[in-house]
């Protein structure tokens, strides 16, 4: 989810997550938050029905990464000094 860049005040983290949560299943729990650099802070969650779904993924990722655990997903907020700009959902847990 790309933000418009205006002259305006960009969102806040709050405000793109609230934007965030209609696309993220609504049993989703959050494992962990952590900032990858300067402007990146990534929040890991998981998901039963997101490991339901996506079930053929995350036994392929198993393969490639047998620690990694079905379910898990992560949303990246992109931000500078004006606010957060984008947000990007992904299955797994690399950023």
């Known amino acids: 989810m790309s ?5 305006s005040p960009r969102r806040s983290a709050e405000e793109a997550l609230q934007e965030a949560s209609s696309i993220i299943t609504s049993d989703a ?3 962990k938050q952590y ?3 300067e402007g990146r802070d990534v929040i890991q969650y998981e998901s039963k029905l997101l ?3 996506l079930k053929g993924y995350y036994d392929f990722n198993a393969t490639l990464d047998p ?3 079905p379910g898990t997903f992560i949303i990246i907020l992109k931000h500078d000094d004006k606010g957060t700009y ?4 992904g299955a ?4």
Request: no cysteine.
């Open 29 to 31: 729990v959050k494992v």
């Open 67 to 69: 620690e990694s655990k």
């Open 86 to 89: 984008s947000v990007v959902i």
């Open 92 to 95: 797994g847990d690399s950023p």
């Open 35 to 37: 900032t990858v650099d």
């Open 3 to 7: 933000f418009e860049a205006t002259d």
């Open 51 to 53: 490991a339901e779904r």
